[in-house]
């Protein structure tokens, strides 16, 4: 009985943190949505047609400037069925970034190939060019770029190293979309090209990926697509409940009652084994029938059709969110930076539409904990090699102290959100400028 209290206080106590504090998630919220559109999208999640998701594929594919788009329920899964259609396989090996997601290293290890992990570039957070040099050896199979949080890494160089050497490159652009790098958008260096469209990444639809090329392996991939199944209809509306909440919560005002809503309900989740409304269960190393859902899967429809309206408005996000650069680089002199932001971001061969706004201080920990003090900001992402897994590191066959800028990123790194509007970032950097007294 007095263990149950002690609980239940905890849980209180939490809770009464979270209200206390104004909240700025990293989760763009779906207020634009009218009505009609809810009530279309709720009509949807029962459809299994395609008649959207062809629609959304060409879409997207013309948007982008390439000539093959193919969709999936996650970007991981479309991450997997590319690495089919290569044929990848055991002996094989896959050069990842070392400040990549589980479920990367999670496709890789399921077609029985080796994942093999590259180090980020201090300036771009992506994947360094002599680094990824450096691991090549016969076997290498497949590079996967990895372009971070809007920042176009030194892509030009990993294509060149992989045009020489006769290696596939697979551009992942699921942290950056409509980037570009010498007036050549992001996602059309490489042999290919790898979006997510998860609730955190630049196109929140909640789920989905996005497989892009030039070639003729995208027959391959429709193959694989069409042999795929359905989200099970128990997991679309689990999803499509998760939007609604994300759309009425998801501003600084609400996200407070979301954070708590989400709190209470992970831990009825827990008491009755309950599954996530996303698609979370290849979060770690285990390859083999661990998911609850079927791997790969179809987008869902009412997805796709989420897709095409946040495609349509994407102008107003992008103008949006690189104004709020420019605020945040304003900010940025207020701090002691490890690295120059100039070299980051006031680039002329760069134009970035940020995820987030990234930088690292010699005293990141500390600058955290004083936001902490006076106002929420959700966790920084990529602090560490193999983000968003609780097993030892091992298991996805990273070796320690082969990534040692992904390491350091847990004692340096800041980010901030671009996913609110101006007038939000406005009140937020009000906020963070008490720092600098």
Not at 293 to 310: C, D, H, I, N, T
Request: contains cysteine; positive net charge.
């Amino acid at each position: 009985m007095l263990s149950s209290l002690k609980k239940l206080l905890r849980l209180l106590r939490k809770i009464m943190h979270i209200t206390r504090r104004p909240y700025y998630g990293f989760v763009q919220g779906h207020s634009h949505i009218t009505d009609s559109q809810l009530h279309k999208l709720d009509k949807l999640v029962d459809i299994q047609s395609s008649r959207n998701s062809d629609a959304f594929e060409s879409e997207f594919a013309n948007y982008l400037g390439v000539e093959h788009a193919t969709s999936f329920a996650s970007g991981r899964m479309g991450f997997y069925a590319l690495l089919q259609s290569l044929k990848v396989k055991s002996g094989n090996e896959v050069i990842l970034t070392g400040s990549t997601c589980a479920v990367m290293a999670n496709a890789v290890l399921r077609v029985g190939a080796k994942p093999v992990y590259a180090d980020i570039s201090p300036k771009t957070f992506g994947t360094c060019p002599l680094s990824v040099e450096g691991l090549i050896t016969r076997d290498t199979k497949v590079i996967v770029a990895q372009h971070s949080f809007g920042i176009p890494c030194d892509i030009e160089k990993i294509a060149k190293v992989a045009r020489e050497r006769g290696i596939f490159l697979i551009e992942d652009c699921a942290l950056s979309f409509d980037s570009s790098l010498n007036g050549t958008v992001l996602g059309l260096f490489g042999d290919a090209a790898l979006f997510s469209f998860d609730h955190t990444k630049p196109i929140n639809m909640m789920i989905g990926g996005m497989i892009c090329t030039n070639s003729d392996l995208d027959k391959k991939l429709k193959i694989i697509q069409d042999q795929s199944a359905e989200i099970p209809v128990i997991k679309r509306r689990s999803l499509f409940k998760q939007f609604k909440r994300e759309k009425y919560f998801c501003n600084p005002n609400n996200y407070s009652q979301y954070q708590v809503i989400e709190l209470l309900e992970s831990k009825f989740r827990a008491i009755f084994n309950l599954p996530t409304p996303f698609l979370t269960d290849d979060s770690t190393s285990i390859t083999q029938n661990q998911s609850s859902y079927p791997y790969p899967a179809k987008m869902p429809e009412f997805v796709s059709y989420l897709g095409r309206l946040e495609l349509k408005r994407w102008g107003l996000m992008k103008d949006e969110r690189q104004q709020i650069l420019k605020k945040y680089i304003d900010l940025i002199d207020s701090f002691d930076c490890k690295s120059d932001i100039e070299d980051t971001y006031i680039t002329e061969n760069r134009n970035i539409v940020p995820l987030r706004f990234v930088w690292r201080c010699n005293n990141g920990v500390d600058v955290r904990n004083k936001m902490k003090d006076f106002l929420q900001i959700e966790r920084t992402w990529f602090t560490k090699p193999i983000v968003d897994t609780t097993e030892p590191l091992e298991n996805f066959q990273y070796i320690k102290g082969s990534c040692p800028i992904s390491e350091s990123l847990e004692e340096t790194i800041i980010n901030l959100p671009t996913s609110i509007s101006p007038l939000e970032a406005d009140v937020l950097i009000t906020k963070l400028s008490i720092l600098k007294k």
